[in-house]
């Protein structure tokens, strides 16, 4: 299994500040997911990255593959109390079809 | 909205029943997995259909869990004499042929066994 590990499990800040979310692993992936999961929902897929280096921009959500295609980061611009929840990322395994996903961070953002 | 749907959204069962949960995937897409999540944890791969295909079971699969696709459209997860270790958040996910990774979840059936 390749595992994924993220940090910080628990993050709380105030409304405006910015932020940045780590998920590393020894593995090399071919993609990487990442994940929003409210409380009682399913995740909700954000973005997929595919090359090494590669950046996304999803409005104030900018996604950094790294170079090597182990590592991944999740930056927050400005973050708004709706950006509360549980991000997830995942990376493919060696089974050519399952996720692997590591234990999320959760983030809360208080007005 | 055409997205995965899964049904029941909730359910709450004493020891020793059986209970089915239902998934429909999203129309276009021919694969479809079958995920568990308890708290504080990441999903976990239970199972993957390919059309009607049962093609992977994760060893978390007992003989106690069975899944199908009958003619590759909506499948159901079957758990046979639930024990309180299967309370957990049971999540489907479909995704297409070209971009198997890209998998787009259900909202859940949130297990409960008392």
């Known amino acids: 299994t390749q595992l994924l590990e993220q940090s910080p499990q628990f993050l709380s800040i105030q409304e405006g500040e910015n932020l940045t979310v780590y998920c590393n692993s020894s593995?090399?992936?071919?993609?990487l997911q990442w994940y929003r999961q409210e409380p009682g929902e399913g995740p909700v897929l954000l973005v997929t990255?595919?090359?090494?280096?590669e950046v996304k921009k999803l409005k104030r959500l900018t996604f950094q593959f790294g170079d090597a295609r182990k590592d991944s980061s999740l930056h927050i611009t400005a973050a708004q109390p709706g950006d509360t929840g549980l991000y997830l990322c995942?990376?493919?395994?060696?089974?050519?079809?399952?996720?692997?996903f590591g234990k999320g961070t959760s983030l809360l953002v208080t007005p | 909205d055409t997205g995965v749907s899964q049904d029941p959204r909730h359910k709450i069962t004493k020891r020793g029943q059986n209970v089915t949960f239902r998934c429909d995937p999203i129309?276009?897409?021919?694969?479809l997995y079958w995920y568990r999540q308890t708290l504080g944890q990441g999903p976990e791969f239970l199972t993957y259909?390919?059309?009607?295909?049962?093609?992977?079971k994760s060893r978390l699969l007992s003989d106690r869990f069975s899944a199908e696709r009958p003619k590759g459209s909506f499948s159901t997860l079957e758990i046979q004499r639930t024990e309180q270790g299967d309370s957990a958040m049971y999540l489907c996910?479909?995704?297409?042929?070209?971009?198997?990774?890209?998998?787009?979840f259900g909202p859940g059936t949130r297990l409960t066994v008392t």
């Open positions: 259909f390919q059309n009607e295909a049962q093609l992977e």
């Open positions: 129309s276009e897409h021919n694969r």
């Open positions: 593995s090399v992936f071919s993609s």
């Open positions: 990255v595919v090359t090494g280096g």
């Open positions: 995942a990376g493919d395994s060696n089974s050519g079809y399952a996720l692997n």
């Open positions: 996910a479909s995704s297409e042929t070209g971009t198997v990774y890209e998998q787009y």
